[in-house]
């Protein structure tokens, strides 16, 4: 038994979910593939997979084996890519998890000029909100707004993210426009309420003009834990956002939100994208950083303070 050859079938039957679409992507026959697990099962002395007719299901044993054999697999593609020609472009699966919002409105819609540059990078995505553990979940980068609290991970500064309050027009007609932040600690008010990953609570809005300044908790009908439901929620009229300026342009241009107390201002929110500092910064991941930094200037430029 090939010990590469069979780790490299195994990953990607866990993958597919399927002996056959495994077969098909590593261009072998099932038979084959079949062959490699069994005998990789034999080697371990554990059952990796539960198989019946209808599907194919990751054992417990075969998470956690997973979740290290895909880490030694891209440390190898790392090794061998390090070892290439400098000429030869950056390949291989690169893993990273950004905030919903942030993959709708820029990353995504700019993928395609990467992807031109670099056809050989697979990027596999995770798009929320939550926090991601970066070593469990085997990830190699993450872009998060917010403080970065977790010291052990490297974290880049690579932009900053500007903040307004909005309120669709139908709300606002609903109950009238508030001239003051204060207002809408009143009843007849609401806000939409963001569940942070951290606490799974609601936090207050900090606001300042001149010497004033006000934290908000307001009262929610809804409070949710993803960026674009949240902005969702407020074009829906649910009530008021505290929304990055990158996410409700689009909804101010074409009448959908409106801004509100535009003399006050918000603290603008830092962007950051961290990932482990025991990993080798391949070169996939070194032209991804550097993409994205650039991206982000066009977009969210970092601030001068």
């Known amino acids: 038994m090939d010990r590469f050859d069979a780790m490299q079938a195994f990953v990607r039957v866990v993958e597919t979910g399927s002996f056959t679409k495994a077969a098909e992507t590593l261009h072998m026959s099932k038979t084959s593939v079949t062959q490699l697990v069994q005998q990789l099962e034999a080697r371990l002395r554990v059952r990796l997979f539960n198989r019946t007719t209808r599907k194919v299901q990751v ?16 440390d190898l593609d790392d090794a061998e890519t390090s070892l290439s020609d400098a000429t030869v472009l950056p390949r291989g699966r690169l893993r990273v998890d950004v905030p919903s919002p942030l993959a709708r409105v820029i990353l995504i819609p700019a993928l395609a000029d990467f992807h031109q540059r670099y056809p050989d990078i697979q990027i596999d995505m995770g798009v929320s909100d939550r926090m991601v553990d970066l070593i469990d979940e085997n990830v190699d980068c993450v872009i998060r707004g917010g ?24 709300y606002l007609r609903s109950v009238g426009v508030p001239a003051h932040p204060l ?6 008010h609401r806000i939409v309420g963001f569940l942070w990953s951290r606490s799974r609570k609601a936090m207050p809005y900090a606001m300042r003009r001149g010497n004033e300044s006000v934290n908000l908790h307001g009262r929610h009908v809804i409070a949710v834990d993803d960026g674009n439901a949240y902005l969702a929620a407020g074009v829906a009229g649910l009530g008021v956002l505290w929304s990055p300026e990158y996410m409700a342009r689009a909804h101010v241009q074409n009448g959908e939100l409106q801004q509100l107390f535009e003399d006050w201002e918000l603290e603008p929110m830092p962007l950051y994208l961290a990932y482990p500092p025991n990993r080798h910064v391949s070169a996939k991941l070194r032209v991804f950083i550097d993409w994205v930094v650039a991206l982000m200037a066009k977009h969210v430029p970092v601030l001068a303070r």
Do not use: C, F, K, N
């Open 147 to 170: 403080t970065i609290t977790d010291q052990s991970l490297v974290a880049r500064h690579i932009g900053d993210l500007r903040s307004g309050i909005y309120a669709a027009p139908a």
């Open 183 to 188: 207002e809408l600690e009143d009843s007849h």
């Open 59 to 74: 054992t417990a044993d075969g998470l956690v084996y997973y979740e290290r054999v895909t880490r030694l697999l891209a």
